[in-house]
């Protein structure tokens, strides 16, 4: 089947960051902030580092919620505490935010055990790579579109470009670094666009 994420501004090869809600073996409800990759028709995919309460609860229902946001306190609560009950609808089978502009129901069909490679983490923890199939998609706010978090690493590095010429060589070489990063990091998850204007900021750090 066909889904047309467009809609929520997803795109192929693109990623972003959504809320993932997952329910355990008890009925408790949780939720992370996790990159999605979306690969046409009904084929969606992510990435989970071992020791997520996210990976335990998929590999034991073969289900999860991507619920697209732009609530701050959503995914600051849902990355250093628990989200609290109250951001749940009342589905008792089912972890979905009541206040999503929208979301989508996945089925689990594949997950791969791997180690990192082409990331900033350095440790021997395993990422496992999880594919599934659209079940549904809920459209609740046209206007609430998915965040693509090369964005903020686009915004971050005109900041500190206003800043480049006006701090010590310290800092210009932290902001050099951040830039260097955030190329990096534009050029896997980042749209064209996002690609190009990250070239001309690089273009004119390197002038300075």
Do not use: H, W
Not at 99 to 127: L, R
């Amino acid at each position: 089947m066909n889904f047309d994420l467009e809609k929520i501004g997803i795109n192929t090869e693109e990623r972003y960051e959504c809320i993932y809600t997952t329910v355990d073996d008890k009925g408790n409800k949780n939720s992370a902030a996790i990159g999605l990759k979306y690969f046409g028709g009904d084929n969606i995919g992510c990435r989970i580092f071992e020791g997520s309460k996210t990976l335990e609860n998929i590999q034991k229902t073969g289900k999860y919620v991507v619920n697209i946001t732009q609530d701050p306190l959503v995914f600051t609560k849902s990355t250093i505490s628990k989200l609290p009950d109250e951001y749940y609808t009342n589905d008792k089978d089912m972890a979905i935010l009541k206040d999503a502009g929208s979301y989508i129901i996945v089925n689990v069909v594949d997950i791969q055990e791997t180690k990192p490679e082409n990331t900033p983490i350095d440790n021997d923890q395993s990422i496992f790579l999880i594919k599934g199939k659209i079940e549904d998609v809920i459209i609740n706010d046209d206007n609430v579109k998915a965040f693509n978090r090369g964005l903020s690493g686009l915004i971050e590095c005109l900041v500190n470009f206003s800043r480049y010429q006006i701090v010590d060589d310290d800092k210009r070489a932290a902001y050099m670094d951040r830039v260097i990063e955030n190329e990096r990091m534009i050029g896997r998850i980042g749209d064209k666009q996002t690609k190009d204007a990250m070239q001309i900021i690089k273009r004119e750090y390197e002038k300075n």
